[in-house]
C-alpha cells in the first residue's frame, strides 16, 4: 500500500508534534489509512472507537489487508463479540452501555485496565455527545481523532478538541476533487409540490408534525422515480429519516430496505451485493450516515432527513464521493416540500456543502407531473 501525498502529510503532521489531534478528510479520501499508518509508525497497542458495527468490521478487514498483524493480534469489542487484544476496535455504544441512565458504564473500566499507546476515535465529531465522552478519559499516550465533518448542530465543535487535541490536518473537499481523489459531485434540490388535500392538513397542523408532513410528502415518490429512471444502470441510494416513507419507497422500487432493525447479517450481505453490483438499488435509513463503505454508490436521493443537519447532509453526500471510473461524477439529489418548513431547514442543511465550494442547481416538480 502506498499513501497518497495528502495522508503522508497528515501523518506527519500529527506524529511530528509528540502531542493528540485530529485529522479532517472528506468522505472517501482515506481517513482510515490514516489511522493505520499512524499505527504503524507508533508501534503500539491500540484502541479504535467506531460509530457501529459495520464499522468495526471495515476497520478490522483494513487491518488485515493492508498490515502484518496476525488475526489473533486483532479484537472486536461489540453486541456481538467481547474481545480484548493489542489492536481492539470497539463502539462508542458498547463502551458507554450501562444499564439505567444513572448506572455505571459495564465496560468501559476494562479498557482503562489497559495500557493503551493510541486510542483511534473515528467520527470523532460525535465525541461531544454527553454520553460518548466519557470514552475520552479512558488512558492513553497519544489520541487521534478522524472525521470528514467537524460540525455539530448544538455548537460543541470546540469541545473535540479540548478532548482529544488541536486540528493537526484538514484538506478542503473541492482541493481533492480537483485532484481527482475523489468524485466530482451534482447537487440538484428538487422542489416538491403539496396537492391539495395534504396542503390543508399542513395548514392545520403543529409545527414539528408540519415537518413532518412535508418531509413524507407522497409526491415525492414520482420525483425519487423519475431520478432512478434518469440515471438506470447506475448505483443508487435512497435516503430518509422516516421507516414508513422507506417502506413504501422499498415496495416501489422493488428494493431491500435497510434500517436500524437490520442484522448486521444481512446489512453485510446487502452491502456487499450492492458493491459486487448484484443489487443496483438500495433504500438506506439514519444507519447509512456513517462508516458505511459503498464505493460504487454514485447517485443519492435524499428524501427527507433530520431536520436542517448540515452534519447529515454532508455524511450522506459523503456515500457517493468514492472516485468513479470514466468521468468520476456522482449525482446528490435532495427532495423538498416547496412553500413548506422544510424549506427552510433545508438551506440550513445545504450551509456546509456551500461553504465547501458545492453549488446546488434548483429543479421543481409540478402538481401532477410524473418527471423532473
Known amino acids: 500500500m502506498e499513501l497518497r501525498d495528502y495522508q503522508v502529510e497528515a501523518v506527519r503532521q ?129 489520541r487521534l481523532g478522524l472525521t470528514a465533518t467537524l460540525v455539530r448542530e448544538d455548537g460543541r465543535e470546540g469541545d473535540v478538541f479540548s478532548l482529544i487535541g488541536p486540528k493537526r490536518y484538514d484538506l478542503p473537499w473541492k482541493e481533492l476533487e480537483q485532484q481527482g481523489w475523489i468524485a466530482t459531485v451534482e447537487c440538484v434540490e428538487v422542489l416538491v409540490p403539496m396537492d391539495r388535500e395534504l396542503k390543508q392538513r399542513y395548514i392545520h397542523a403543529e409545527p414539528k408534525e408540519r415537518f413532518r408532513l412535508a418531509a413524507v410528502n407522497p409526491a415525492k415518490a414520482a420525483a425519487a422515480r423519475q431520478i432512478v429512471n434518469e440515471h438506470a444502470g447506475s448505483s443508487i441510494l435512497i435516503i430518509g429519516q422516516y421507516l414508513d416513507q422507506l417502506s413504501e419507497l422499498a415496495e416501489l422500487f422493488q428494493a431491500p430496505l435497510i434500517t436500524g432493525q437490520t442484522t448486521q447479517q444481512e446489512r453485510g450481505r446487502l452491502f456487499a451485493a450492492f458493491n459486487a453490483d448484484e443489487i443496483r438499488l438500495l433504500v438506506v435509513s439514519k444507519v447509512a450516515n456513517f462508516a458505511v463503505n459503498l464505493p460504487d454508490a454514485a447517485v443519492a436521493v435524499e428524501v427527507s432527513g433530520a431536520f436542517g443537519s448540515r452534519q447529515e447532509e454532508a455524511q450522506r453526500l459523503g456515500r457517493i464521493l468514492r472516485p468513479k471510473p470514466g468521468e468520476n461524477r456522482s449525482f446528490f439529489y435532495s427532495l423538498v416540500t416547496v412553500d413548506s418548513r422544510e424549506q427552510d431547514f433545508a438551506a440550513h442543511r445545504r450551509m456546509f456543502l456551500t461553504e465547501q465550494g458545492y453549488e446546488y442547481e434548483i429543479r421543481s416538480l409540478a402538481a401532477g407531473q410524473e418527471a423532473l
Not at 508534534?17 to 507508533?42: I, Q, R
Not at 467481547?82 to 489492536?87: D, G, I, K, M, N
Not at 470497539?90 to 458504564?105: C, E, M, N, P, V
Request: charged share 20%.
Open 14 to 142: 500529527f506524529q511530528g508534534l509528540e502531542g493528540s489531534g485530529v485529522v479532517v478528510l472528506p468522505c472517501g479520501a482515506g481517513k482510515t489509512l490514516v489511522g493505520l499508518a499512524v499505527l504503524e509508525k507508533l508501534q503500539c497497542e491500540t484502541l479504535i472507537l467506531t460509530s457501529n458495527t459495520t464499522s468495526v468490521r471495515q476497520w478490522m478487514e483494513e487491518l488485515l489487508l493492508r498490515t502484518d498483524l496476525a488475526a489473533d493480534a486483532v479484537g472486536e469489542y461489540s453486541g456481538e463479540k467481547r474481545q480484548v487484544r493489542p489492536v481492539t476496535i470497539a463502539t462508542y455504544q458498547i463502551l458507554t452501555h450501562r444499564r439505567s441512565k444513572d448506572g455505571d458504564f459495564l465496560h468501559i473500566n476494562l479498557f482503562n485496565e489497559r495500557n493503551w499507546g493510541l486510542i483511534i476515535y473515528d467520527e470523532v465529531h460525535l465525541l461531544p455527545a454527553p454520553v460518548f465522552r466519557a470514552t475520552a478519559d479512558i488512558q492513553a499516550t497519544r
